[in-house]
């Protein structure tokens, strides 16, 4: 049956359009089939359950909710699935009007127990598929959806009014991922190439500020961040302790630093390939030089080394910027 969308719900207010509404609403078993079709999309032998009708009354009605433009329906497989989409303003107020008028009924009750009942019973179905499926999932997961989708997510948790440091930000890959789900980004770099090709990256990102500085003499103001992160940059540098001073120089009271970069390990032709200071750290060494560093909550995990990288181990890093008492200004000159 395939839906029709009559032209009242179009926008029209003619004495026409409300009549016809009101004629279609003038029915107990299509207000009951509205209520169900608010919020689920089911099929006319999903329908007959719940109303406990045949098959030829519901159908007929749906018709009617059809040609009025209350419902639309899809063809899946052998059947048509129903759903109520009505898009006139005038139209949902009288709905509202009518379906809060009936939210005492005994009859519309029952119906949302066997609904409920119903939709209960196609959770087999779902559990079946992962049960099948458990074994490939990141693989289909991956093929079908990608996988920026999950990166996205936990971006998303990042409160949006902060302001994040990237430190040693690089071509800018991280600053601009980072765009989108906070207020500002200050990307920072001493290399003039890498931030040549992080201003190409972030060029039309307005919330992206690229500025030139060494990690231990940062071109920020004191607490002037809520967030840094220190990506593959910190083995790159001769003294790790001032620079990650200097990163809680820039954070305010209670601002996070995330740390990542390599594990200890002893591939010293692979450090000299990329021109790195240090042969990585050890957790215990990290969480040290933090709090040396004068930040708190210091802690550090090895990460699993993805199946295609062919580097070392990394680590991950993450402390806070300890509450001040005194306060500071750039370059943390103190007032």
Not at 154 to 173: I, R, S
Not at 175 to 188: C, D, F, K, S
Not at 238 to 250: F, H, N, T, Y
């Amino acid at each position: 049956m395939a839906a029709s969308h009559a032209p009242s719900l179009a926008g029209a207010r003619q004495p026409e359009a409300l009549l016809g509404w009101m004629e279609s609403l003038g029915d107990a078993t299509r207000l009951r089939l509205l209520r169900l079709l608010e919020r689920h999309e089911l099929g006319v032998a999903e329908l007959c359950h719940v109303l406990q009708l045949p098959q030829s009354t519901v159908s007929r009605h749906l018709k009617v909710l059809a040609d009025q433009g209350w419902v639309t329906s899809r063809g899946q497989r052998t059947t048509n699935l129903y759903r109520m989409e009505t898009t006139d303003p005038a139209a949902r107020k009288l709905w509202q009007l009518a379906r809060d008028q009936t939210d005492g009924w005994a009859t519309v009750s029952q119906d949302q127990l066997r609904l409920t009942r119903l939709l209960a019973n196609r959770q087999p179905e779902t559990q079946a598929f992962f049960a099948g499926a458990a074994g490939q999932w990141d693989r289909l997961r991956d093929e079908l959806y990608g996988r920026a989708f999950g990166r996205e997510a936990l971006l998303a948790l990042l409160p949006p009014g902060w302001t994040v440091a990237d430190l040693g930000c690089g071509t800018g890959q991280t600053a601009a991922a980072l765009a989108p789900h906070v207020r500002r980004v200050i990307a920072v770099d001493q290399s003039a190439a890498m931030l040549k090709a992080a201003r190409k990256r972030t060029i039309g990102l307005g919330n992206v500020e690229v500025r030139q500085g060494s990690l231990q003499a940062l071109p920020l103001d004191a607490a002037s961040c809520d967030g840094a992160l220190l990506l593959l940059a910190l083995t790159y540098v001769s003294e790790p302790v001032a620079a990650l001073r200097e990163a809680g120089r820039i954070l305010r009271p209670g601002g996070r630093l995330v740390v990542v970069d390599l594990l200890r390990h002893d591939r010293d032709e692979f450090r000299r390939d990329m021109g790195q200071v240090r042969l990585g750290f050890d957790l215990d060494e990290l969480q040290k030089i933090m709090g040396e560093a004068g930040l708190g909550d210091a802690r550090a995990r090895a990460l699993a080394p993805e199946a295609q990288a062919k580097g070392p181990a990394l680590v991950l890093a993450t402390a806070s910027a300890s509450p001040r008492t005194i306060g500071t200004t750039d370059k943390g000159v103190k007032t």
